[in-house]
C-alpha cells in the first residue's frame, strides 16, 4: 500500500502524457484527483499505524544485493506526519493551480513527479534510496523553477541546482562512509540504526558526521549555507516555492532525525554544541535579515531559516546531556515544527503568489490597505503571519512552545541562555509579522493597491485548508503528538547510546 | 624497498627457446578475435574484387555480422568459464581469456555495433565520411568525386581492424602482444579521424596531431616496456609480477634494478594514460575528437575508451600489482590534476564536441579513482562506469550527427545554435538532456551508479581526499551539463536556429540503445554489477592488490 501511495502520483503523470490530447482543464482536474486520492489513502495509513513505535507497511525488495542496498520503505511516527504533509500541500498546490494556464500538462507532471519523488524519501529507509530520492528532488525543484519561475529564473534555477547538487553529493560521501563503517557493509537504515556504525572510532565518526551535516545543512538550510534559498523562492513560481519551503526543506531536517542522530549517536553527542550554536545562529541571522526585507518573498524565506533553526537548537539540545523527558520534548517539538512550517510557510507562499499575480510585483512598499479591497486575502495573510509568528492557537506555538521548554530543561546553564536567545527570535519574527502587516494589510492604499483583487474560489480552497489545519492543531495537537511522541523517544534513547 | 633474494627461477631469464614443436593454441577460446579479423581481411578483399554500387550493402552486413557473431562467441565463452575460476591464458601466455577480458570485449563488440550502425548512417547518398580522401579540399576533383556520389567503404574494414586491437589490447597478458595491439587499435583509427566529409582540412589537421601524439606516446609505451624487461626478463605480464616480488632480475641481486622498474612503469604510465586521456596527456582529444566524423568520434569515444582502459587496469593490477605503493602516488596524481583540470576547461568550452571531449576527459578521471583503489571493488566499478558511459556517449554524439546548421549543411557545433532545441524537437533534446544527466551522475541513470561504484571502491581502499575532489569536480561538470539543458529548453531559440534532420532508423536506433542502457543500467544494476564483483571465497589477508578480482593470473 504504501508503495501504491508513493507512485500514484507518477503514474498518474505518465498517464497525463499517455492521453494524448488532453484539455487542460481534464490535466488539473485529474492532478486533484490524484493528489485527493493520494491524501486519503496516507489518512488510512495514519489510522492503520495506530500509535505503537514501530514501522509499518514495510517492504523491502532486493535492488542492489552486491551493495546491500535495497528499496527497503516503511513508515513510522516521524515519517506519517510528513506523508500526510506532504501529500496534502501536494493537494493544495494542485487546487492552486487551476489557474494555471502555461503548459498545464508538463506543470501537472512535473509536481506529480515531485510528489513522488518526496513522499518516496520520507518512506524510505535504504540510505541508496534516499539519496535517489533526495536527488531527483533537485531536478524536479530546478525544471520547476528554470521552466516556471519568474524574474532572473535561470541564474537562481542554476545556483539552487548546483548548491543542492554538491550538497548532496557531500552527502553521498557521508552515506559512503556509514556504508563502510557498518560491519558487514549495508545501506539499511534499519540494521544502521541497530547497530550505529564507526562506533569504534571518534574521529571517523565525526567525519562522517561533518559530511552529512554539510549536507543536509545546505537542504536544511542553515547559515551560512542558507544563500541559494532567497534567489530561489523569489523566482520560483506560488506552488514552487511552496513545495520548496514546505517539503523539500524538510528533507534536510527529516535527514538529521533519520540519520544522522541515531546512526552516530556518538558524534552527535560530541557535537550537540556545534549544531545547537548553528541553530542559534540560524534563528537569529534569519530573523534579523527577514526584518530587513522589502520583498515578501524573501521575507517569507529568510523566516524559513528562522524556522529551520528552531528544528536544529532543538535536535542539537537532543544530544546535549540532560533530563530525558525535556529531550523527548525537544524532539516532538521539532517534529511538530516540521509539519506546522511546512502548513504555514506553504500557505504564505501561495498567498505571496496571489498577489504576484494581480500586480506582479512582491514589494511591500507599493501595496497598502489591501483590507478594504480584497478583505478575504487580507484576513488570510494576517491569519498567517499570526501563525508563522507563533501566536497560542496555532501549530507554531505548539511547535515552538515544546522546542523552548525542552531546550531549557535539559540541561545547565548555558542552554538556558541559549533557549533564553532563541526566545529573542521569535520576538524580532512577531516585530516583522506585524510590520509586513502594517504594511501591506492595513494602512494608507499604496499604488498597486488597486490591482489586487481578492482571491478567487480555487485560490482559497488552497490556503484555507493549510491554515484551518494549523489551528486544529494549535487547539487539539494530540492525534498529532500521540504518533510523534513514541517516535521521539526511541529517538531520545537511540541517541543516549 | 627491495628485499634481496637468492634465487631467481633461471626460467625467468631464459627465453623461450624455440623447439621442434609449435606452441598449442586453442582457437576456439581465440575465435571472438579470428572472427573480426577475418571479416576485416575479407572486406578488404571485397574492396578488391565487389562492384562499388554493391560494396557498402555488402560490407556493412559484414562488419554488423563479425561484431554480433564475435560478441556471441564472447559471451559463451564467458559461460564456459567454470564458477570461481578466473580464466586463463593462451599462446604461450600471452592473451588472457578471462571474466575482465570477455566483459570489456563484449562491451567493445556491443558499442562497436551502434557506432557502426551510426557510421552506416547513409542520408541522401551521403555519408559522414569524405567521398574521395585522396583528392585536394575544395579542387575539381573532389566536386566531380561528390557528384558521381563516391563512397569509402574502406571505412568498414578499417573499423574492424580497429575493433580487433580493441579486443586484443583488453586481453594481451604480455608487454609486446599489448604493444601490437596498440599499435592496430590506432593506425586505422588515424586514418579513420582524418576522412570527415565537411570541414576536411579541419578533420585532417586532426588525423596529424593525433598521428604525431599517438606515435610519440607508442615510443614512450616501447620504451617503458624495454626498461621493464631490463628489469623483469621478461614481458609476460605473470613473469613481472614475479619478478617485482623477488626484487628484479637475478643480475639485481643487490636491488640496484628498481629505478629500471620505475621509470619502466612511469613510461608505460605515460603511454597507457594517454590513450586513456588522462590530463596532462589529453590535450588530442579536444582536437581529435572536434575534428573526426562524427561517427567515429563515438567510437574513439566509447570503445576505445574501454579498451584503453581495460589495459591500463591489466598492466596495473597484474603486471605492476605488486608496486602499488610506487604507483598509486602518481596515479593519485593523475586523477586529481584529470578531475580539476579538464572539469574547469571544460566549462569555458563554446562546442559540443569539444565539450563531450573534455567531459571524456574528467570521466576517465573519475574512473582512475577506481584504479587507485587497486581493490576487486574497484574493478568491477570502474568496469560498470566504463560499460555505462560507453552507451550514454554514444548516444551522445548520435544526437550531435543530427543537429545541422541548416537542412543538408554541416552539423552544428557551436552550442548558441542549439538554443532553443527543446521546443522545436521536444525528444531529441529530451534524450540529450538525460545522457547530459547520466553524465552528470543523476540518481536513476547508469552514471549514477557507475560514479557510486567507483566512489564507494576509492574510499574503501582510503582515497577519500580524492573522492572530494572527485565529488567536487562532479559539481563543476553539473555546471556544465545543465546549462546546455538550460540552453535548450528554458532559451529563446535564435532566429538562424539549428536544424534538427529527421533520424534514419540506423542513427535512431543508435539514440534509442543509448537512452535505454542509461535507464536500464541506473535502475536494474544488479544484473551487470553483481556479475563483476567476484565473491570473495577466502578469508585471507589482504595482500597489496587482492587477488581474487577476475584477472587471470
Known amino acids: 500500500m504504501l508503495s501504491l501511495v508513493i507512485f500514484l502520483p507518477l503514474a498518474v503523470a505518465v498517464g497525463l502524457y499517455a492521453v494524448p490530447r488532453l484539455s487542460d482543464r481534464v490535466v488539473a482536474w485529474s492532478w486533484i484527483v490524484a493528489c485527493a486520492v493520494d491524501f486519503a489513502l496516507v489518512i488510512a495509513m495514519w489510522i492503520g499505524h495506530g500509535t505503537g513505535d514501530g514501522i509499518s507497511y514495510e517492504a523491502n525488495v532486493r535492488w542492489i544485493p552486491s551493495v546491500r542496498a535495497g528499496y527497503h520503505i516503511g513508515v513510522d511516527g516521524l515519517s506519517l506526519p510528513l506523508l500526510a504533509l506532504t501529500s496534502l500541500l501536494f493537494l493544495a498546490c494542485a487546487i492552486y493551480s487551476l489557474r494555471q494556464e502555461r503548459q498545464v500538462r508538463a506543470f501537472a507532471a512535473l509536481f506529480l513527479f515531485l510528489q513522488t519523488v518526496s513522499l518516496g524519501l520520507f518512506a524510505a529507509l535504504d540510505l541508496l534510496l534516499f539519496f535517489v530520492f533526495f536527488d531527483l528532488s533537485i531536478v524536479g525543484m530546478y525544471f520547476v523553477i528554470a521552466g516556471w519561475g519568474h524574474g532572473d529564473r535561470m541564474r537562481s534555477a542554476l545556483k539552487f541546482f548546483l548548491y543542492t547538487f554538491l550538497g548532496s553529493l557531500v552527502l553521498l560521501l557521508g552515506f559512503i562512509g556509514l556504508y563502510l563503517g557498518a560491519e558487514p557493509h549495508t545501506f539499511d537504515m534499519v540494521e544502521l540504526t541497530r547497530t550505529p556504525p564507526l562506533a569504534g572510532s571518534a574521529g571517523l565518526g565525526g567525519l562522517v558526521l561533518l559530511a552529512i551535516g554539510i549536507g543536509l545543512a545546505i537542504k536544511t538550510p542553515t547559515v551560512p549555507f542558507h544563500t541559494w534559498l532567497p534567489p530561489a523562492h523569489t523566482d520560483a513560481p506560488a506552488a514552487g516555492s511552496a513545495i520548496l519551503a514546505g517539503i523539500l526543506l524538510k528533507m534536510g531536517t527529516y535527514g538529521f532525525i533519520r540519520i544522522a542522530m541515531p546512526m552516530l549517536p556518538d558524534a552527535w553527542r560530541r557535537y550537540a554544541w556545534v549544531i545547537i550554536i548553528v541553530g542559534l545562529i540560524s534563528v537569529l541571522y534569519g530573523a534579523l535579515v527577514a526584518f530587513a526585507q522589502e520583498d515578501l518573498k524573501r521575507l517569507i524565506a529568510y523566516t524559513s531559516v528562522n524556522h529551520m533553526g528552531y528544528i536544529i537548537v532543538a535536535l542539537g539540545a537532543a544530544g546535549a546531556v540532560g533530563d530525558q523527558a525535556a529531550r523527548q520534548l525537544a524532539v516532538t517539538g521539532a517534529v511538530t515544527q516540521m509539519v506546522s512550517h511546512g502548513l504555514i510557510t506553504g500557505a504564505l507562499f501561495l498567498l505571496a503568489g496571489i498577489l504576484y499575480g494581480r500586480a506582479r510585483t512582491y514589494d511591500m512598499g507599493r501595496f497598502g490597505g489591501l483590507a478594504g479591497g480584497a478583505p478575504v486575502f487580507s484576513g488570510l495573510v494576517a491569519v498567517g503571519a499570526f501563525a508563522s509568528l507563533g501566536l497560542p492557537g496555532f501549530s507554531g506555538f505548539i511547535a515552538e512552545f515544546q522546542i523552548f521548554t525542552g531546550v531549557i530543561g535539559s540541561g545547565g546553564t548555558a542552554i538556558v541562555v541559549v533557549g533564553a536567545l532563541a526566545i529573542l527570535g521569535i520576538l524580532i519574527t512577531a516585530a516583522l509579522f506585524l510590520r509586513l502587516l502594517h504594511r501591506t494589510v492595513l494602512g494608507p492604499p499604496g499604488e498597486l493597491t488597486a490591482q489586487v483583487t481578492d482571491v478567487h474560489r480555487s485560490e482559497l480552497g488552497a490556503v484555507a485548508p493549510l491554515l484551518v489545519l494549523s489551528v486544529i492543531i494549535g487547539v487539539a495537537p494530540r492525534f498529532l503528538l500521540d504518533v510523534i511522541e513514541p517516535f521521539s523517544a526511541a529517538v531520545v534513547s537511540l541517541v543516549a547510546r | ?553
Not at chain 2, 578475435?33 to 562492384?51: C, I, M, N, Q, S
Not at chain 2, 641481486?253 to 590530463?279: C, M, N, Q, R, T
Open chain 2, 1 to 553: 624497498m627491495i628485499t634481496e633474494t637468492s634465487s631467481v627461477p633461471a626460467a625467468v631469464l631464459s627465453a623461450p627457446t624455440i623447439t621442434e614443436q609449435a606452441p598449442h593454441i586453442d582457437y576456439w577460446l581465440l575465435s571472438p578475435l579470428l572472427v573480426v579479423f577475418g571479416a576485416a581481411v575479407l572486406g578488404v578483399l571485397f574492396e578488391a574484387l565487389v562492384p562499388q554500387a554493391r560494396r557498402r550493402a555488402l560490407q556493412l552486413g559484414l562488419a554488423l555480422a563479425a561484431t554480433a557473431a564475435a560478441f556471441v562467441l564472447t559471451v559463451l565463452q564467458g559461460g564456459s568459464i567454470p564458477a570461481g575460476e578466473a580464466g586463463t591464458t593462451l599462446a604461450l601466455g600471452s592473451v588472457a581469456v578471462d571474466r575482465v577480458a570477455l566483459f570489456l570485449q563484449g562491451t567493445i563488440l556491443v558499442l562497436a555495433f551502434i557506432s557502426l550502425l551510426l557510421i552506416a548512417e547513409n542520408r541522401r547518398g551521403e555519408s559522414a565520411f569524405a567521398a574521395q580522401a585522396a583528392t585536394v579540399p575544395g579542387s575539381e576533383e573532389e566536386r566531380s568525386h561528390i557528384l558521381a556520389g563516391s563512397q569509402h567503404t574502406e571505412v568498414y574494414p578499417l573499423v574492424l581492424f580497429a575493433v580487433l586491437g580493441m579486443q586484443l589490447f583488453t586481453a594481451a597478458n604480455d608487454f609486446l602482444t599489448m604493444f601490437i595491439a596498440l599499435e592496430v587499435m590506432s593506425l586505422p583509427l588515424y586514418l579513420l579521424c582524418g576522412l570527415a566529409r565537411r570541414r576536411r582540412l579541419f578533420s585532417q589537421e586532426a588525423a596529424v596531431k593525433y598521428f604525431l601524439l599517438g606515435a610519440f606516446s607508442s615510443a614512450f609505451f616501447l620504451f617503458g616496456i624495454a626498461l621493464v624487461y631490463g628489469y623483469a626478463g621478461s614481458v609476460n605480464f605473470a613473469r613481472v609480477s614475479e619478478a617485482i616480488d623477488a626484487g628484479g632480475a637475478s643480475l639485481f641481486e643487490d636491488g640496484s634494478g628498481e629505478p629500471l622498474l620505475l621509470i619502466g612503469i612511469a613510461l608505460i604510465g605515460v603511454g597507457l594514460l594517454f590513450k586513456v586521456g588522462a590530463v596532462p596527456f589529453h590535450n588530442w582529444k579536444p582536437d581529435v575528437y572536434q575534428g573526426a566524423p562524427t561517427p567515429i568520434t563515438a567510437l574513439m569515444a566509447s570503445c576505445t575508451l574501454v579498451a584503453a582502459f581495460g589495459a591500463l587496469l591489466r598492466v596495473f593490477y597484474t603486471a605492476f600489482g605488486a608496486s602499488v605503493d610506487q604507483w598509486r602516488p602518481m596515479l593519485w596524481t593523475v586523477a586529481i590534476l584529470t578531475m580539476v583540470l579538464a572539469a574547469v576547461v571544460a566549462v569555458t568550452q563554446r562546442d559540443i564536441k569539444r565539450l563531450l571531449a573534455y567531459s571524456s576527459v574528467v570521466h576517465a578521471g573519475f574512473m582512475l579513482t577506481a584504479v587507485v583503489a587497486a581493490s576487486p571493488e574497484g574493478l568491477a566499478g570502474a568496469m560498470f562506469y566504463l560499460a555505462a558511459y560507453g552507451f550514454t556517449t554514444i548516444g551522445a554524439f548520435a544526437i550531435v550527427t543530427l543537429v545541422r546548421t541548416h537542412e543538408n549543411g554541416p552539423e552544428a557545433g557551436e552550442l548558441a545554435q542549439w538554443a532553443g532545441l527543446g521546443r522545436t524537437s521536444p525528444l531529441l533534446a529530451g534524450s540529450l538532456a538525460l545522457f547530459l544527466l547520466a553524465f552528470a551522475g543523476i540518481p536513476l541513470t547508469s552514471g549514477f551508479i557507475g560514479k557510486f561504484a567507483v566512489f564507494e571502491a576509492a574510499m574503501a581502499a582510503g582515497a577519500t581526499p580524492l573522492v572530494v575532489v572527485g565529488v567536487l569536480s562532479s559539481a563543476v561538470t553539473a555546471f556544465f551539463y545543465v546549462r546546455i539543458i538550460v540552453l535548450m529548453f528554458f532559451s529563446e531559440p535564435a532566429e538562424t536556429g539549428p536544424t534538427v534532420i529527421r533520424a534514419g532508423g540506423l542513427t535512431g536506433s543508435a539514440i534509442a540503445v543509448g537512452v535505454a542502457a542509461t535507464f536500464l543500467l541506473g535502475v536494474f544494476p544488479s544484473p551487470v554489477l553483481d556479475n563483476l564483483v567476484p565473491q570473495p571465497s577466502e578469508e585471507a589477508a589482504e595482500p597489496a592488490v587482492a587477488t581474487a578480482d577476475g584477472f587471470t593470473r
